[in-house]
C-alpha cells in the first residue's frame, strides 16, 4: 500500500512564491505528479516527473513558472511555483504511478494513488 502525504500549502500574494512537497510511502513509483482543482473546475495536471530520468512534463499555464522535483532516495517530490497567479489557486493533490510507463502521463487514470490534498490560495 502506498501513502501520499502533502504538506506546504498555504495563502500567498499574487507574484509570490510557494512549495509543496509530497511524502511517499509503501514501494517504488514510477511518476510522480501534481494535479490541482479549482472550485467548481475539474481537477486537470499540473506536473509530472518520472523516477529513472528525471523526464518531467508541465501543463502550458505553469511552464515557466513551476518546476518540479524528485529526491528518490527520499521517494519525495516537490513544486516550487513562482510567479502565482490568482488563477493558481486550488486544491494541489500529489499523484503517483506505481507500475512502468514509458512516457510522462497526463491523464489521472494513469496514476493509481493519490494524496489528500493541500490548499493553495493566492489572492490578488
Known amino acids: 500500500q502506498v501513502q501520499l502525504v502533502e504538506s506546504g500549502g498555504g495563502l500567498v500574494q499574487a507574484g509570490d512564491s510557494l512549495s509543496v512537497s509530497c511524502a511517499a510511502s509503501?514501494?517504488?513509483?514510477?511518476?510522480m505528479g501534481w494535479f490541482r482543482q479549482a472550485p467548481g473546475k475539474e481537477r486537470e495536471f499540473v506536473a509530472a516527473?518520472?523516477?529513472?530520468?528525471?523526464?518531467?512534463d508541465y501543463a502550458d499555464s505553469v511552464k515557466g513558472r513551476f518546476t518540479i522535483s524528485r529526491d528518490n532516495a527520499k521517494n519525495t517530490v516537490s513544486l516550487r511555483m513562482n510567479s502565482l497567479k490568482p488563477e493558481d489557486t486550488a486544491v494541489y493533490y500529489c499523484?503517483?504511478?506505481?507500475?512502468?510507463?514509458?512516457?510522462?502521463?497526463?491523464?489521472?487514470?494513469?496514476?493509481?494513488?493519490w494524496g489528500q490534498g493541500t490548499q493553495v490560495t493566492v489572492s490578488s
Open positions: 499523484a503517483a504511478r506505481s507500475y512502468y510507463y514509458a512516457g510522462v502521463p497526463r491523464a489521472e487514470r494513469s496514476y493509481d494513488y
Open positions: 509503501g514501494r517504488t513509483l514510477y511518476v
Open positions: 516527473i518520472r523516477r529513472s530520468d528525471g523526464s518531467t
